[in-house]
């Protein structure tokens, strides 16, 4: 059974950094499309970034393009997630899920799912 675990949540002030680490076992990276999803409480989960590297392409939700990037450690098995200059609506409970056939920042096709970190941005 595919088993995601995110860590390297946190909390940190507007402008800060954090870098997220999703360590997957029992499947390999390599073959699947990784993703970032994040969800606040009373909103819509939503979409942060994905990578299929076996084809090396990346996709960002809008809110986060030019301040994210996902990238991926194939040896260790691991996704990452580079959050600069955070903002408080940045504020979620952010999920490493996987897809095996579909990718990008819709949840479709992500049916493997991490328990979440917990990112909190101040003001």
């Known amino acids: 059974q595919v088993q995601l675990v995110e860590s390297g949540g946190g909390s940190v002030q507007a402008g800060g950094s954090l870098r997220l680490s999703c360590a997957a076992s029992?499947?390999?990276?390599?073959?699947?499309?990784m993703g970032w999803f994040r969800q606040a409480p009373g909103k819509e989960r939503e979409g942060v970034a994905s990578?299929?590297?076996?084809?090396?392409?990346?996709y960002y939700g809008d809110s986060v393009k030019g301040r994210f990037t996902i990238s991926a450690d194939n040896t260790k098995n691991t996704v990452y997630l580079q959050m600069n200059n955070l903002q408080p609506e940045d504020t979620a409970m952010y999920y490493c899920?996987?897809?095996?056939?579909?990718?990008?920042?819709?949840?479709?096709?992500?049916?493997?799912w991490g328990q979440g970190t917990q990112v909190n941005v101040s003001s």
């Open positions: 990578i299929n590297t076996a084809e090396g392409l990346t």
């Open positions: 899920a996987a897809s095996r056939w579909l990718c990008g920042v819709a949840a479709a096709g992500f049916r493997s």
């Open positions: 029992k499947f390999v990276i390599a073959n699947y499309c």
